[in-house]
């Protein structure tokens, strides 16, 4: 039964040969990889806005009322910061045609050590990208449908819930499907800026009314500090920028030259949207709350209350928002199966499961972003400091790596080639410019991602500068755990001798019925020494027991073990001991019977203790355990009256 | 690591004869067997006024004024009650000096199915004492200090852990320190009561001031059915008086008459306790509220505001009703293992943990409590519906046992003995008066019992009226199970034939390195036919492990197995049919490595297959399965550089 909910859950298991070979288009290709960076825009805006309003108040036309007015020249650095790290990937991307994520750039150019940051860095935002996105969307809903308010923690959780069974079942990325939201959304958004603009520039734009404004305490000095931070908030409208660079190999060819003009396109996109959509709510004096999101306030001022375009932007920003929870989906487990097989996290983590898709690392994100969704009750504000600083800091890895392979190429002479360790670098007329671009870009946000750090510290950065440490610690420890067990296998290339050794049989009996005599044939059959021993819990039992093992079986030994603890491993272990002492050299198999009922719910009424000994004398040498089993099936009820 | 915790919260294991062999004095028997019925005094009152409170709303001197007092004939019909059930219950004391619970007593006169529906009903009143109990102490504690009102549930979970743990240490029964609580709270509750009835007729006891009432709300009429609702509210005083009956073995010789002499001791306190508080109640106006105990409101009142009587007179309530909960972490383990012993319960109920209590049994008292307090959100009143209708159910089938047992010994002829299940039944000339007290008490309880289940159904008493036979059924399904398990390992008295059968050995292969040798040794020293095969999910994998076979191994045969769809145990169950139809009557003999690690968190690095291969084998009929664990150990750190 079991087997079936997993399969109306899940699908039919998939063959290994059906991996899909997908090749996409540029427009495709823009709805895959965009909507993590495109989704930022529902909430970069009101993250700005949040941190002014500390030192505005709520209010645009009190005594901070330029202040909420400085998000225009911070929205307008942020795009030149969005401009140039585009210039800059849009380098890696033609460097890298097999894919030119962080991770595998930071591998090549610098090393283990910055390889495995630059991927805990990713490994952390992608699980927040989900909790963020998830909860974006779910305050966007709320907005629409202040009723559903309440239930922001229990929605979002649902949503992670419906995305992992989806990702589980593997939605294949060359699905159009994906399309679809992604359009949707520019369509809405764009054609709310447009009337957004044509009635503002027309004087009919009225300002925002009946928003309930979030608890600001006393207010603060407008200083740099809290300019920097409202800038470092806003910078979250970077993330996801990158997707593109991961993604190269799933572009039609030429594959860099589509995925560059994407992410050309996706940057404008972006870069529009946000200084629109910033300007707009400059306009209608949009205010921060806790039960309306800034887009809400927007379009609800463009469109009209409770018109049907109000309706169709909120869906179309709740559905980018969800569809850029959805690219974690493919990209954690995706970079975390990378580590795997570098044996720098567990092994798991690179099988794929019955749906060709890499189930731990998706239940692994699932779980990490539910936990971080409670902890943060859903509220992205909550969730926005901890946001990013990872983003920004595999942007600097990534882009010190291509410096540093740019300067290696600086150093060929013209028309050379060599063979990197993923690549072939190639003799370069421009490296200088490449990389000037690399650097600069590289400065940029390596200076941002300390601003971020520094700004944000308080407020929930600490704990990614200290989780990325220890995450990069754990990654080394399970390394160099597992290049310990590779030696201790090793053969180092000797054929060994193979021997055999002489060998003893124990049996372990609780009771004697027709489980035992199945026991005893067994070890009959085997043909070596045996004897049997049963751990006498109880002194009463164990006299019984040898009774019966007297009148029924009639042959070997029966050895009872006195345990005045009433442990069941240990005496055995001790015994066992004795044995080797007395005998050296010699294997020592232990077998023991299994009950095995035809349900779950059966096999919970019996002791189960074959998992149990399995486990306590694996830490012997020389010992093996057999389980017989013997299956107990259900008896008709005509065999209760015998 | 986790064994030292587990001896600090526990203490160090204890040996099977270390069973305390106990014999208790009158008073400390009283103190050991009394709190839980004593401790109901804590809130009886006070639910009765709860309901009366609907009909007569918060105030005393308004339209309802009287209402309110009507609960002094509802607590003298609760006092009658007591009586009878005294005087019955002190019968069956005599009749089972070995111990008389519900469930014995049906057992041996009334047959299975009436004595699984007693033994359902306490279980189910077990666990709800420890909910009720709890909730109500961490009342009276949230009534002193108003400060810890909202964190109430998570006060009463970390009660019900402490108390779990102290149980799984195993508090000696014996030890006087369970007299302390209870005498403490006898001595304040009856000076309180002193200070409060000759403050009363000194004409100087002032009504309760200051008290935020329950919120009511419309006004009910005050209808024969609401005051049915309040007696059977206030009926939950007599739970617990059925405790000495089932710890007479407890008490010193003559263990009988001094169990009756405390049973009657404690009987004629609660009676005094009850109708003093209920009595005072009135006197002083106090009204039902959420925020502070009727207790607390006497106290107070009579004592003076933050005076150190009324401090000690709430925590001796609190003492008395956490020792309330705390003997149902005696009674509920005992009785479930007793169901277990008869097979009516999972088997490991019955067994005694490292310091000799019912481990099982403990944590399931604790997980469903816990549950209830979680659901109910610790409020006693939300509980008090589903609580009472299980302790008169089983107050019934015994009283019903009684009558059935004198029945018997009234066919006796003078001077005659006969054995019965339990105990020995002699003539007894009063046999008829005996009879006819214990068929008083059968139908008192009786009628109570249905008019709790009727006025309570829809505030909750439905759970219980649906949960005790669904809990019959399973113990019965458990029994069957049992029952049939039995027969089919029965080898109905004859003397087996054991012979031998041939055997094949298949080696499971996943690499080849130094653990394959051992393997290879192992299958070798067996000294059957044998044959490795590999699972091949990774073509270019298989190809490697056949190559390398070739050259380090060299001997036996290596099958590949393909599997397509990633599965590693469905082709080995195939392989193995197939053997099977080729070789028939022959066992296989599976064995497998297994990589074993010197701690957990490495051991979680690997896949563990042994275990997955074991169960999804074990349904194979005459397959074998043997795990050889090859032990890694830790590495220096030198060896890295090897």
């Known amino acids: 039964m079991a087997v079936n909910v997993k399969q109306w859950l899940l699908g039919k298991p998939l063959e290994t040969k059906d991996l899909p070979h997908q090749a996409i288009s540029r427009p495709v290709g823009l709805a895959v990889f965009a909507s993590d960076a495109l989704s930022s825009t529902a909430y970069a805006t009101e993250e700005i806005l949040i941190i002014l309003a500390l030192a505005a108040g709520v209010s645009w036309v009190g005594a901070g009322g330029l202040t909420l007015g400085l998000s225009i020249p911070i929205a307008l650095a942020i795009a030149v910061l969005l401009v140039i790290v585009t210039i800059s990937y849009r380098q890696t991307i033609y460097a890298y045609p097999n894919g030119g994520g962080a991770y595998i750039v930071a591998r090549d150019n610098l090393g283990e050590v910055p390889a495995q940051i630059a991927g805990a860095a990713l490994l952390t935002d992608y699980v927040l990208t989900v909790s963020v996105s998830v909860s974006a969307g779910v305050a966007q809903i709320a907005s629409a449908v202040p009723e559903l308010l309440p239930y922001r923690v229990q929605i979002a959780l649902l949503v992670i819930i419906f995305m992992t069974v989806m990702n589980l079942r593997g939605v294949k990325e060359s699905g159009r499907i994906f399309a679809i939201p992604t359009y949707f959304f520019l369509t809405m958004m764009f054609l709310?800026?447009?009337?957004?603009?044509?009635?503002?520039?027309?004087?009919?734009?009225p300002q925002v009314t009946g928003v309930e404004p979030h608890h600001v305490g006393a207010l603060q000095d407008l200083t740099l500090f809290l300019f920097l931070r409202a800038f470092s908030s806003g910078c979250t409208a970077l993330t996801g920028i990158e997707a593109i660079s991961n993604g190269i190999t799933a572009f039609k060819d030429p594959k860099s030259h589509n995925a560059a003009v994407t992410l050309v396109w996706m940057s404008s996109i972006l870069v529009t949207l946000f200084l629109g959509i910033t300007f707009l709510a400059n306009q209608i004096h949009t205010i921060p709350s806790e039960s309306e999101t800034i887009i809400s306030q927007m379009s609800r001022t463009i469109h009209g209350e409770g018109s049907i375009l109000y309706y169709l932007t909120v869906a179309g920003t709740t559905l980018i928002l969800l569809m850029a929870a959805n690219t974690s989906y493919a990209d954690f487990p995706r970079l975390a199966a990378l580590h795997a097989g570098d044996g720098f996290l567990p092994r798991q983590l690179t099988l794929r499961g019955g749906r060709l898709v890499f189930s731990w690392g998706i239940m692994v994100l699932a779980l990490a972003s539910s936990i971080l969704v409670v902890m943060a009750d859903a509220r992205t504000t909550?969730?926005?400091?901890?946001y990013a600083v990872g983003v920004f800091l595999s942007f600097t890895i990534s882009q010190t790596?291509?410096?540093v392979r740019l300067r290696k190429i600086g150093k060929l002479k013209p028309g050379e080639k060599i063979q990197g360790l993923e690549t072939v670098l190639e003799y370069d007329a421009h490296w200088r410019q490449h990389m000037a671009i690399s650097a600069i870009g590289a400065v940029c946000t390596f200076v941002v991602m300390v601003v971020f750090a520094v700004t944000k510290f308080a407020s929930g950065a600490w704990f990614v500068v200290i989780l990325i440490p220890l995450l990069v610690y754990a990654f080394f420890q399970v390394h160099h755990h597992y290049k310990n067990v590779a030696i201790s296998l090793s053969m180092g290339g000797i054929k060994p001798q193979i021997t055999t050794s002489p060998m003893r049989t124990v049996l372990l009996v609780d009771g004697v019925h027709k489980e035992t005599v199945r026991l005893v044939n067994f070890a009959k059959s085997l043909g070596h020494d045996w004897q049997a021993i049963h751990v006498g819990v109880n002194p009463e039992r164990a006299q019984q027991v040898t009774e019966r093992w007297q009148e029924y079986i009639g042959e070997g030994e029966l050895i009872v073990l006195p345990s005045p603890f009433r442990l069941l491993a240990e005496p055995i272990r001790e015994y066992i001991l004795k044995l080797q002492v007395e005998h050296p050299g010699c294997y020592v198999h232990v077998v023991m019977g299994n009950l095995v009922m035809d349900t779950f719910w059966e096999q919970t009424l019996h002791q189960n203790t074959s998992l149990i000994f399995n486990l306590s004398l694996s830490r012997l040498e020389n010992v093996a355990v057999t389980t017989v089993p013997?299956?107990?099936?259900?008896?008709?009820?005509?065999?209760?009256?015998?």
């Open 192 to 205: 709310t800026l447009a009337i957004g603009f044509v009635r503002h520039f027309s004087g009919g734009l």
């Open 382 to 386: 909550s969730l926005i400091p901890l």
């Open 401 to 403: 790596g291509m410096v």
């Open 630 to 642: 013997y299956q107990i099936h259900h008896q008709k009820k005509h065999s209760e009256t015998v």
